[in-house]
């Protein structure tokens, strides 16, 4: 049995509330969405009692926290002070994670700065283990999250996430279904190939895995080098995230799904409804 429920949010705060926070979990309670990512892919630039602020209302609303690391973390660049730059910021979202509510702290691991990716992994998986150790304990159970990148020319196939997650503690991966999608040129669009990826995380990690599965969903314009840019869901751009609820409906998957579409909130609404037709239509 999966526990918990299948959570839909956006990635961000909704423009409407204007960066005020009561608003934020309002807004979200009254779109009866019940997941938020918070995005510190500028750095985390908050003190502490906001953060602190930010845990209450989420606890209050039913909001499930997650966080967007920093889109500068470098975890393979062959320039040191980036390197350690790069780690301490997933240090301090670690710190920051317990008094947010955040349980998840999502990051992209970076390009491979011109090694080969064999390298790369070497070098990323060393890096997740020096920051596990060093401050793992500060968060209090939340999770480092390495996301499916969309760009070939960075870290983050299925392969390498697998093989992440397997061999580091305190690691599972984030799911970005468009990015994948761009990073495959157009497949893994429909039921076999999402629920491919699905058992290949599932077969590595088990109950791990499934009990805190994390997507991101949008369409997305990508070129041959992978992802260009976010676009709406359900538009005339891929993947097409109907069969992916239908998959995750007819195997009991809990997932949450955030939103990383130009207008994150409406997204989320979007595929809260569709997951709700399709649900009904299950019954
Ligand atoms: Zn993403």
Redesign the pocket.
């Known amino acids: 049995m999966v526990l918990g429920k299948t959570r839909f949010g956006p990635a961000g705060y909704p423009e409407a509330a204007k960066n005020k926070l009561t608003s934020v979990f309002q807004i979200l309670n009254e779109a009866h969405l019940n997941a938020l990512e918070y995005a510190a892919v500028y750095g985390l630039k908050l003190g502490e009692s906001r953060a602190r602020e930010i845990g209450e209302l989420a606890g209050k609303h039913d909001i499930h926290m997650s966080m967007h690391a920093a889109y500068y973390v470098s975890l393979a660049s062959r320039d040191d002070d980036v390197r350690e730059r790069s780690k301490n910021r997933l240090i301090k979202a670690l710190h920051f994670a317990p008094l947010m509510g955040v349980k998840r702290i999502v990051f992209h691991a970076g390009g491979y700065s011109g090694l080969n990716p064999k390298e790369a992994y070497n070098v990323v998986r060393d890096a997740v283990l020096e920051v596990w150790e060093k401050a793992g304990h500060l968060g209090e159970g939340a999770i480092l999250s390495p996301?499916t990148a969309g760009k070939l020319g960075a870290f983050g196939s299925i392969d390498e996430l697998v093989k992440l997650c397997s061999e580091t503690e305190g690691t599972l991966p984030?799911i970005?279904w468009a990015?994948l999608y761009a990073r495959n040129q157009g497949d893994t669009n429909d039921k076999d190939s999402y629920l491919r990826v699905l058992e290949r995380f599932e077969g590595a990690l088990g109950r791990r895995f499934v009990d805190s599965m994390h997507f991101?969903i949008s369409g997305i314009k990508y070129t041959l080098r992978g992802e260009e840019s976010h676009k709406p869901l359900g538009g005339r751009w891929g993947p097409d995230i109907v069969p992916l609820v239908e998959t995750v409906i007819e195997v009991g998957y809990k997932p949450t799904f955030i939103s990383?579409t130009p207008n994150p909130l409406r997204g989320a609404l979007y595929a809260k409804a569709l997951y709700d037709e399709l649900e009904k239509m299950k019954e």
């Open positions: 996301e984030t970005d990015h991101h990383e």
